[in-house]
Structure formats: structure tokens, C-alpha cells
């Protein structure tokens, strides 16, 4: 079992930053593989982006590249998430997730079998 545990999340305007946090416990951080997802009110659940075990490959949704960097600290269990430039569009509640390894494609939220709770992104025009 992995337990995951996300902050940082809050009320931001448009044009700020934010950087999320999520904090990881229940097996060796550096063998499982990390990834952010967020939803919005009435739409599906989205990738956002995902790194894998090492922390040598990345991947984004286009809609956040060159804004968003996902980066993680083995040593402190945790990944997290840095969100420069937001706007409106960005407002969802952002989740951390985890698989231990991928099958098929890191961007689908299908593959990660551990979720955290959730954090609010609000993002003001």
C-alpha cells in the first residue's frame, strides 16, 4: 500500500504560482513511479504529469508545458508540482497518484493504483 498526501494547493490570480506538494509513505519512494492528474466541476479527471521512479523521464499534458514542472525528492518521499503563469482554466482539485511500475502509457489515470485526497486549485481572473 502507498499512502499519498498532497498540499499547497490555494486561491491564486491570474499570472501567479504555486507549487504542490506531495508527500509519499508505505513503500520505497524511489521505486514507484509519480504522476499529477486534477479535475474540474463537470468535466473528466485529466493528466497533468507524471515522472517516473528515477526522476529521468518526464511527461505533460500540452496544456500546462513550459508552465508546469514536476520534479520529485527521493530522499524526502515527495513530488511535487510547480505551476507558474496559471490561469482560470487551471482551477481544478489536483490529485497525486502512483503505480508501482507503468504498463502501457503514463498518461492515463487507468494505470495508477494509488490516489491522494485531493487539493484545491483556484485560480482568479
Known amino acids: 500500500q502507498v499512502q499519498l498526501v498532497e498540499s499547497g494547493g490555494g486561491l491564486v490570480q491570474a499570472g501567479g504560482s504555486l507549487r504542490l506538494s506531495c508527500a509519499a509513505s508505505g513503500r520505497t519512494f524511489s521505486s514507484i513511479n509519480m504522476g499529477w492528474f486534477r479535475q474540474a466541476p463537470r468535466k473528466e479527471r485529466e493528466f497533468v504529469a507524471a515522472?517516473?521512479?528515477?526522476?529521468?523521464?518526464?511527461y505533460y499534458a500540452d496544456s500546462v508545458k513550459g508552465r508546469f514542472t514536476i520534479s520529485r525528492d527521493n530522499a524526502k518521499n515527495t513530488v511535487y508540482l510547480q505551476m507558474n503563469s496559471l490561469n482560470p482554466e487551471d482551477t481544478a482539485v489536483y490529485y497525486c497518484a502512483a503505480v508501482m511500475n507503468y504498463y502501457r502509457d503514463p498518461l492515463r489515470a487507468d494505470e495508477y493504483n494509488y490516489w491522494g485526497q485531493g487539493t484545491q486549485v483556484t485560480v482568479s481572473s
Open positions: 515522472i517516473r521512479k528515477s526522476g529521468g523521464r518526464t
